[in-house]
């Protein structure tokens, strides 16, 4: 499936929704970062990377797509 596509309700992540959420409360009303750490990237290939971050962003917020050229 297109990375574009991917929604977070396509995965059972009950328990990595809550820790987004604690990521959001702390980029709301924390210090205004988070770090994740520990994800295995390594391992992965550059588009699986992609699609693990794309969903956890939209755990957060819906995101959006752009190219990677600035206007």
């Known amino acids: 499936m297109p990375t574009l596509l991917l929604l977070p309700a396509h ?35 550059r588009d699986e990377a992609i699609a693990l971050y794309w969903v956890l962003m939209s755990l957060l917020e819906p995101p959006v797509a752009r190219s990677g050229r600035a206007p």
Not at 20 to 36: I, K, Q, S, T
Request: aromatic letters at 8%; charged letters at 30%; glycine letters at 6%.
């Open 11 to 45: 995965f059972a992540l009950a328990a990595t929704a809550r820790f987004m959420e604690e990521a959001r409360r702390r980029l709301d009303e924390g210090p205004g970062f988070v770090m994740l750490d520990r994800l295995p990237v390594d391992a992965m290939s």
